[in-house]
C-alpha cells in the first residue's frame, strides 16, 4: 500500500505525501538526526536504489541523492546504532541474491564488503545490540 500509518494515543491516523508505493524496502531512523530513513524495495516499476527521508521535524518525506549508493534491491535488511548517525544495509535480491555491506550516514552510503561475510540471503533481519556492541544477523 501507499501509505505511511501512525499509532499515538491509542489510535491510527494515515500520514499524507508519501513516496511511491513499494514492497520489502527496509525502513530504520538515525537517532542522533531522529529522521526516518528507507532504501530500495519494490516499486511497479521494478526494484528500487531509492532513499528517502521523514524528517523529524518537518514531517515530510523528501527524496535523497547520495553520491554513492548500494544497488538497487528488496528484501534487505538495515539498522542503525543508537545515539549514533550511523545504520547498516547487509544482502537482500537485486538481479540475484547479495551478500554486501553498506553503511549509512544519513546524506551517503559506504561500501563495508570484504572477504569475510555470511553468504548472500533475503529476508532476513538485522538490529544492533547494544550489550555486545555488535549488529546481529538472523534468518534469510
Do not use: C, K
Not at 538526526?33 to 521494478?46: I, M, P, S, V
Not at 555486545?132 to 534469510?140: P, R, S, V, W
Amino acid at each position: 500500500r501507499n501509505e505511511l500509518a501512525r499509532y499515538r494515543d491509542s489510535s491510527w491516523s494515515v500520514w499524507p505525501r508519501v513516496p511511491e508505493a513499494r514492497r520489502d524496502a527496509a525502513i530504520f531512523r538515525l537517532a542522533v538526526r531522529g529522521d526516518l530513513f528507507f532504501f530500495g524495495g519494490r516499486t511497479a516499476a521494478g526494484i528500487s536504489d531509492e532513499t528517502w527521508s521523514l524528517g523529524a521535524y518537518e514531517h515530510e518525506w523528501s527524496p535523497l541523492a547520495p553520491s554513492a549508493r548500494p544497488p538497487a534491491r528488496e528484501r534487505h535488511a538495515m539498522a542503525s546504532m543508537p545515539d549514533t548517525n550511523q545504520a547498516v544495509l547487509f544482502a537482500g535480491r537485486g538481479t540475484s541474491l547479495l551478500a554486501d555491506t553498506w553503511s549509512f550516514d544519513g546524506t551517503n552510503y559506504r561500501n563495508l564488503t570484504n572477504a569475510v561475510a555470511p553468504v548472500a540471503r533475503e529476508g532476513h533481519a538485522l538490529v544492533w545490540h547494544t550489550g555486545l556492541q555488535a549488529y546481529l544477523l538472523f534468518g534469510g
